[in-house]
């Protein structure tokens, strides 16, 4: 399948790098988009409404989401909420990928090593 008809689908709580890795996979042709599971009730949106070929699910604990951030005001609950609505995509994600530890460059290498494995 090639890039341009690859529907990916990039959930995550809020700081996780949704935004910068769709932008990046957008740049090299990939069809990517983020639906906001992570304020919906709906735990299926994200199949209902986009219905991927790739399900990419960017984790981030509560602290460094927090950090990158800058706000004061981000409670654990919130965050908290996000995760409880992001579980059934958690569950059924193609991908998942903890950046804490990793710079926006290498979730964007992470991702792609991952979808030259699934495109051959």
């Not at 042709?29 to 299926?44: L, N």
């Not at 990793?102 to 979730?107: G, I, K, T």
């Amino acid at each position: 399948m090639s890039t341009d008809r690859l529907r990916i689908t990039i959930l995550g709580p809020c700081a996780s790098g949704k935004s910068t890795l769709i932008a990046e996979l957008k740049k090299r042709g990939y069809q990517a988009s983020h639906i906001a599971q992570e304020h919906s009730f709906i735990p299926d949106l994200w199949h209902k409404w986009a219905g991927p070929d790739i399900l990419i699910f960017l984790d981030v604990s509560y602290d460094i989401s927090k950090q990158r951030q800058g706000i004061k005001h981000w409670s654990h609950s919130l965050y908290e909420k996000q995760v409880n609505r992001l579980r059934h995509a958690r569950e059924h994600a193609d991908l998942l990928l903890n950046t804490n530890n990793l710079s926006p460059r290498e979730v964007v290498q992470h991702v792609l090593e991952y979808l030259d494995q699934w495109e051959r």
